[in-house]
């Protein structure tokens, strides 16, 4: 496995032709953002690996070797190394050329032990042929171009609300004045609580990224900002503007249909946590919700057996565990074993949870899962642990 100089990043942009629509890719194969790209070889690359030093990782060819070696790569210094960095960026994706690339190789030999799993996203292009009109915003808010000035203004209360977002694609406010471009919407009190800024600019392209403060949402804000954003975009000469988010993010993929973007494509990277102990409850509760009870039970497991251990830098450094909620794991997982039908791992797991700080007994009650427990002894100690009596005499 080989670092490429940025003067040899040329040679790998064959491999990633398929995924050019992608301005951040793009950005990193033209050195205009930092990032690091690994091949397999200096002179013919057939595979690589690109990184953007964030939550960003592109994979293409069928070198097994190589795959193995990316594999060990990502496991011991990328994502410690963004672990111990205590980064913002939490999770990550990994991007592939479909017709470049070979699935089974890659799965069974660089996401092999990752513990990534796919997670759909939404490209969306704008319609050229759309008249966007502004919209009317609420009494309380204005719109405000994003520039220079305005983010150097010491009187807007919350500043990070967006300079993280322009610091993580662009580095630097000056960087974002002098390539980037955007609008946000303040309320009286100087407030930023949404923002439509763009990623990337290339030439004739750009893509949009936006975010609204979850107080000030169902009010139409997103759809006025994103709607002032392209408009800007296209009286600075840009044709083709991009929309990409998760499948999931209904708010976010509605709101770019409002505006007038029309379905590109989907794609589905692998997407994971960098700090493993997380991941795996991420990955549970992933799997939770997608009925695969087993999968979740195997990642709790995991969980579960980190917790025993003395020293954990990743377990110190969690952003989802927290002396408040070990118990709502537990407790969990109860439910995933109830579904599997393993009465003694759903009392095992009830009871730790009880011990860990479940004292509402509706809990369990009102959990259809575990009604065919109702009769049996633990059960009714169960409830009697976890802090009210009075439900005992229903668990018969």
Known sequence: MYLLSTDQYVTV?????????????????QHTIPGEIYVDCT?????????????????????VEFFKQ????????????????????????????HSLVCMDLLEKNLINGLHSSFNKRRYYLFDLSVDVKPTELPEGYHLQEVNLELLQRTDITN????????????MTAENFNDRGFGYCIL?????IV????????????????????????????????ASACVQLARSKGIERIGWDCFDTNIGSWKTAEKVGFKLFKTYDPWFGWFNRFD???????????????????YFYELVFDRLTREEDLEISRSRILNPDNQYWFYYNAARCY?????????????????????????????????????????FGLLLQNSGDATEISGAG
């Open 338 to 378: 109830a579904q599997l039908d393993q009465e003694r791992e759903v009392s095992d797991k009830l009871m730790k949870s009880v011990s860990l700080g479940l004292d509402d007994p509706s809990m369990i009650t009102n959990e259809p899962v575990f009604d065919k427990y109702g009769s049996m002894e633990w």
């Open 43 to 63: 002179e013919q690359p057939s595979a690589a690996m690109v990184w953007d030093r964030g939550r960003a990782l592109y994979v293409t060819g069928c070198n």
């Open 187 to 191: 309320t009286n009190d100087n407030e």
């Open 279 to 297: 991941n795996y409850l991420v990955q549970a509760y992933e799997c939770y919700q997608n009925k695969d009870f087993s999968g979740a039970v």
């Open 159 to 170: 500043p990070d609300f967006i300079l993280d977002e322009i610091h993580s694609n662009h």
């Open 70 to 97: 990316v594999n060990i790569h990502l496991r011991t210094k990328v994502f410690p190394g963004m672990v111990e960095s205590n980064s913002d960026m939490l999770d990550y994706y990994i991007r592939y050329p």
């Open 194 to 225: 949404s923002w439509c800024l763009t990623d990337y600019v290339i030439g004739n392209r750009c893509e949009i990224g936006i975010e609204t403060d979850e107080d000030h949402r169902q009010k139409g804000l997103a759809t006025a900002v």
């Open 13 to 29: 942009q064959p491999l990633f032709e398929e995924l050019m629509y992608d301005l951040r890719l793009v950005s990193l194969l």
